[in-house]
T-cell receptor, first 112, second 113 residues
């Protein structure tokens, strides 16, 4: 089955700096890659997603890049703000399946 | 609130007891998922419904676990003979189509003592 590795497990940046979180996946048939943000005690919320027919997608301060050949994808947050502090999860879904396979999460702390 | 609703939010039970959780998806969503999340980990897939049909089950879903979605609307997840290892957050999610965004509920936090 699919396996998703996520790095780093914790990331601390100064307010205004950029943050990058990286994930790799194992199943070359995976074609959907969402990123979720989970604040303490709250539900995971989708912040951006990308499909395998696209190499990059951007939404304001957030961008995701996908390298299908290397089977890795990354989340980029620019101009970080304290409210970006949360745990971020990457996920992948294989074609023909319904389940998302999640990474183990990255705890991002933005220092004011 | 028109999001995914889960009940109860918290459940403490003694080992060996049965528990049942409920999930009400977003009304027009015909796809419903159950995930389990332990501290410091990402959600792990348990099972998936399309309307009332349970189409996919994870190996994590042992024979002590059963899920239903009898009318294609709300779903229940039952755990029989609970064990301490069942302590986790149980998350429900729904989506309107397979390729669509999955919206998560707040979860039910189960503690088995």
């Amino acid at each position: 089955g699919e396996n998703v590795e996520q790095h780093p497990s914790t990331l601390s940046v100064q307010e205004g700096d950029s943050a990058v979180i990286k994930c790799t996946y194992s199943d070359s048939a995976s074609n959907y890659f969402p990123w979720y943000k989970q604040e303490l005690g709250k539900r995971p919320q989708l912040i951006i997603d990308i499909r395998s027919n696209v190499g990059e997608k951007k939404d304001q301060r957030i961008a995701v890049t996908l390298n299908k050949t290397a089977k890795h994808f990354s989340l980029h947050i620019t101009e970080t703000q304290p409210e970006d502090s949360a745990v971020y999860f990457c996920a992948a879904r294989s074609a023909g399946r319904r389940a998302l396979t999640f990474g183990s999460g990255t705890r991002l702390q933005v220092q004011p | 609130d028109t999001g995914v609703s889960q009940d109860p939010r918290h459940k403490i039970t003694k080992r060996g007891q049965n528990v049942t959780f409920r999930c009400d998806p977003i009304s027009e969503h015909n796809r419903l998922y159950w995930y389990r999340q332990t501290l410091g980990q990402g959600p792990e897939f348990l099972t998936y419904f399309q309307n009332e049909a349970q189409l996919e089950k994870s190996r994590l879903l042992s024979d002590r676990f059963s899920a239903e979605r009898p009318k294609g609307s709300f779903s229940t997840l039952e755990i029989q003979r609970t064990e301490q290892g069942d302590s986790a957050m149980y998350l429900c999610a729904s989506s309107v189509e397979r390729a669509g965004e999955a919206f998560f509920g707040q979860g039910t936090r189960l503690t088995v003592v």
